[in-house]
């Protein structure tokens, strides 16, 4: 499985992006997830999604800003993040199988995209 995360910008503060995770081989049956790394820190839990849907699970700091959703038929996760502020700057990478217990974990998952860069500026 490869995945191809895109979708990132430079954005002003209060405007929206979505990001999309297109995988390159079945994923219909793995939990996909968004992480996202700002300089000098830790890479963080965003959000992560079942196969079949409707759990979804959000990072703390999310707060109803963003949605994650999927599509199957074309195994592409999304992100759609919305009143964007400059702490959310930081490279997003999105990740499908989960393996272990905590789908928050990044040490969880067994395949990465390459990461897409969102830059919010205040």
């Known amino acids: 499985v490869q995945l191809q995360a895109s979708g990132g910008g430079l954005v002003q503060a209060g405007d929206s992006l979505r990001l999309s995770c297109a995988a390159s081989?079945?994923?219909?049956?793995?939990?996909m997830g968004w992480f996202r790394q700002g300089p000098g820190e830790e890479r963080e839990f965003v959000a992560a999604?079942?196969?079949?849907?409707?759990?979804?699970y959000y990072g703390n700091f999310v707060k109803g800003r963003f949605t994650m959703s999927r599509d199957n038929a074309k195994n592409t996760a999304y992100l759609q993040m919305n009143s964007l502020k400059s702490e959310d700057t930081a490279i997003y990478y999105c990740?499908?199988?989960?393996?272990?217990?905590?789908?928050?974990?990044?040490?969880?998952?067994?395949?990465w995209g390459q990461g897409t860069q969102v830059t919010v500026s205040s």
């Open positions: 990740a499908a199988q989960c393996v272990g217990r905590d789908c928050q974990a990044r040490a969880s998952y067994g395949y």
């Open positions: 999604i079942k196969w079949g849907g409707p759990s979804i």
């Open positions: 081989g079945r994923t219909s049956r793995y939990v």
